[in-house]
């Protein structure tokens, strides 16, 4: 079964940039498609990104032009590069794949 942690998140200012981080232990995820998820206080779960095993990437209009999901299989990692943050991108990030989740990383967003 695989392990998956992100790292990365924290506070910043509405325009700045923040890159996550997700480390995969335990299984080889260079075959599967990862997802980078998140939930705001009071919603659901949504999509952010997707990018599969041969490094197709898909988005969710809230956040296309401004976040670039990208993996390094070498490293067993998948990133998330946020830029131009706005003060609704505050959520819990989430990794996904491989049928497991992680348990999130905060990232808030002041104006």
């Known amino acids: 079964q695989v392990q998956l942690v992100e790292s990365g998140g924290g506070w910043v200012q509405a325009g700045g940039s923040l890159r996550l981080s997700c480390a995969a232990s335990?299984?080889?995820?260079?075959?599967?498609?990862m997802y980078w998820y998140r939930q705001a206080p009071g919603n659901q779960r949504e999509l952010v990104a997707a990018?599969?095993?041969?490094?197709?990437?898909n988005y969710a209009d809230s956040v296309k032009g401004r976040f670039t999901i990208s993996r390094d299989n070498a490293k067993n990692t998948v990133y998330l590069q946020m830029n131009s943050l706005k003060p609704e991108d505050t959520a819990v990030y989430y990794c996904y794949g491989v049928e497991s989740w992680g348990q999130g990383t905060q990232v808030t967003v002041s104006s």
């Open positions: 990018i599969t095993s041969s490094g197709n990437t």
């Open positions: 335990g299984s080889i995820i260079r075959i599967y498609t």
